[in-house]
């Protein structure tokens, strides 16, 4: 049996209903080899797909050809602007260029200016990430993203400034535990300054509305009930996502730092620091992106009743964003 389904353009190879569905659609999306596509391959890509739409496709042309050529396709452009998406701010490229940040956030021993910089980085690089591979189908102002972009530096800022006070001045700690606490800092601080984010810049949705579609995909109207939900939902993956990345190296480091090795050659804690933080992201990022499904299921009875009155469907979907 092929590995590959039939092709459909635009769709996923792989069930979006089921967690392991979702976790192989999103290793697909991060998947750092696309990052070397050159632009010959990327035109050819592009060439097959519209022969695909146009009905005009070579003979001998494989499903798995077409789905390998979408994979790149997504990878590079921008769907809704057509445009080449920079290399850093590319899905595929988070893990690569995302991880120097996250192990400059997890550094043991971070002065304040150390703290700034990195939470400041960190918060730059989403902010980058999010408007490149941003919704373009409408319009939007710039406005929007920088108060996000603002929001969410000042909240991850003076949250993790605030704590690193807060456990300076706690004279009950030990020094060892003052130390394994302030570890922990960038998680409350980031997860924090992603729902600003969230909040900042999709606030307007509770007073419009989202499209909630039926069955076949038809938009049967707005609702701003599921907005409510949308937002409350991507909140929460906003806050899970990550947790394992930025909780699981330093119980791990904690580990490793007590062993012979690296109480001797203290000059090794660096690289391993960084290979525990280069591992948990890329094998963290795609399970915890993959918990919540993209398109969400809300009851019509729960919804207003003009949506009701549009539609015979029980269940409507939204897209809850991510």
Not at 31 to 54: A, G, I
């Amino acid at each position: 049996m092929s590995e590959y389904p039939p092709f459909q353009y635009g769709k996923s190879r792989f069930d979006q209903n089921t967690f392991f569905g979702r976790f192989r659609h999103f290793l697909d999306v991060i998947d750092p080899s696309t990052l070397f596509v050159t632009e010959k391959r990327l035109r050819e890509c592009v060439e097959l797909l519209d022969h695909f739409k146009q009905g005009t496709l070579p003979l001998g042309v494989t499903d798995a050809q077409l789905w390998q050529a979408q994979k790149i396709k997504q990878a590079i452009i921008h769907p809704d602007t057509g445009e080449k998406i920079l290399m850093p701010f590319r899905m595929s490229g988070f893990i690569p260029f995302g991880t120097p940040v996250v192990v400059g956030l997890l550094l043991p021993n971070q002065t304040l200016a150390s703290t700034v910089f990195w939470q400041w980085l960190n918060q730059s690089h989403n902010a980058c990430v999010n408007y490149s591979n941003r919704n373009a189908s409408k319009p939007a102002p710039a406005s929007k993203f920088l108060l996000g972009y603002l929001g969410a530096v000042t909240s991850a800022v003076s949250i993790a400034v605030g704590l690193n006070v807060l456990i300076q001045r706690a004279s009950r700690f030990s020094p060892t535990t003052r130390l394994l606490v302030q570890r922990f800092i960038p998680f409350p601080a980031v997860a924090s300054a992603n729902v600003c984010n969230v909040v900042l810049m999709r606030h307007s949705e509770l007073s419009e509305g989202i499209s909630v579609l039926d069955n076949n995909g038809n938009v049967v109207g707005t609702s701003r009930v599921a907005a409510k939900h949308a937002l409350l939902e991507t909140a929460l993956t906003r806050v899970v996502m990550p947790m394992p990345i930025l909780v699981l190296p330093p119980l791990i480091m904690s580990a490793l730092e007590k062993l012979p090795l690296l109480q001797r050659q203290k000059r090794l804690v660096l690289p391993v620091h960084s290979l525990v933080c280069l591992a948990a992201f890329s094998l963290a990022l795609p399970l915890a992106i993959s918990l919540f499904p993209q398109m969400s299921q809300i009851s019509v009875d729960q919804l207003e009743p003009e949506i009701a009155m549009a539609t015979d469907c029980k269940i409507v979907t939204y897209n809850k964003g991510l």
